[in-house]
């Protein structure tokens, strides 16, 4: 019977707790709806995102990984996304929110990209730039082959800067070749670097000597950067374009394939 007794309060708290409990199921929700799920190249597309609350943090990732860094304000029950990808397949953007009870609701979705009308770079050659063959690095002597630039370029592509605001900015990490030492033969084969830009958009091209940690600009700058576009181009399609900038002995060749 004293066994009996102390087990008569432990099976009240168990039938009594799903009762205790109803008040505490959370009813926040969202919904995202996004204006396209196949896009091209380059093409800005959006997603809405609304909730049956307001929504007090939110993140985002296109990679198909958790979004755990929140961006924290009040963003009411309604919020635009802005996006652009420039890598051809499946891209698996991931949304989390938070309302003001910290109560997290995540949604995916998955838009595939297509080519379109974008070309590829697919391989780009330096024919010549100010003070090519002769010395850039004067700790060697004037026979020394070292002397001469170890030399990299840059394509610089705008790009769409922030899901959360519409706005692009210069992506300095789009390409950046490797370094031929000693001025090398100056020719790099692109085709393995999924380089696809729309040719209506337009590439700084920048040029250096990397010296150890640091680098030179071959450019004389500044500015530090040329402007290339393709668009003069799309109606004749050569595989080859040439840019020059004769005021600073600029001269290379860009190969592209186009769709």
């Known amino acids: 019977m004293k066994y009996l007794l102390y087990l008569l309060p432990l099976l009240f708290c168990m039938c009594s707790s799903p009762s205790n409990n ?95 009308n974008a070309i590829k770079i697919t391989g780009l050659q330096v024919k010549s730039f100010y003070n090519i063959n002769n010395t850039w690095d004067p700790e060697y002597a004037p026979t020394d082959i070292n002397r001469l630039a170890d030399v990299f370029f840059v394509l610089v592509k705008h790009q769409q800067s922030n899901p959360f605001q519409i706005g692009y900015f210069y992506n300095n990490s789009w390409c950046r070749s490797t370094v031929k030492e000693n001025q090398g033969d100056l020719t790099w084969d692109l085709s393995s670097s999924n380089l696809y830009i729309n040719p ?9 000597d990397k010296d150890g940690q640091l680098g030179q600009d071959l450019l004389m700058g500044p500015p530090d950067t040329k402007t290339i576009s393709f668009s003069s181009y799309i109606a004749t399609k050569p595989n080859t374009i040439t840019y020059s900038f004769p005021e600073i002995n600029l001269e290379f060749t860009v190969t592209v394939e186009w769709p």
């Open 22 to 116: 109803q008040g505490n199921i959370s009813t926040f929700s969202m919904a995202i709806t996004p204006s396209a799920t196949t896009v091209a190249i380059d093409e800005p597309f959006t997603i809405t995102v609304t909730s049956s609350e307001t929504m007090k943090w939110m993140a985002v990732t296109t990679d198909g990984t958790d979004p755990v860094n929140f961006s924290g304000s009040d963003y009411g029950t309604s919020k635009v996304f802005y996006f652009t990808f420039d890598t051809l397949g499946s891209r698996i953007i991931n949304i989390k929110v938070k309302n003001e009870k910290n109560e997290v609701v995540l949604k995916t979705i998955t838009i595939t990209v297509t080519r379109g």
């Open 200 to 208: 209506k958009a337009s590439l700084l091209f920048g040029l250096g």
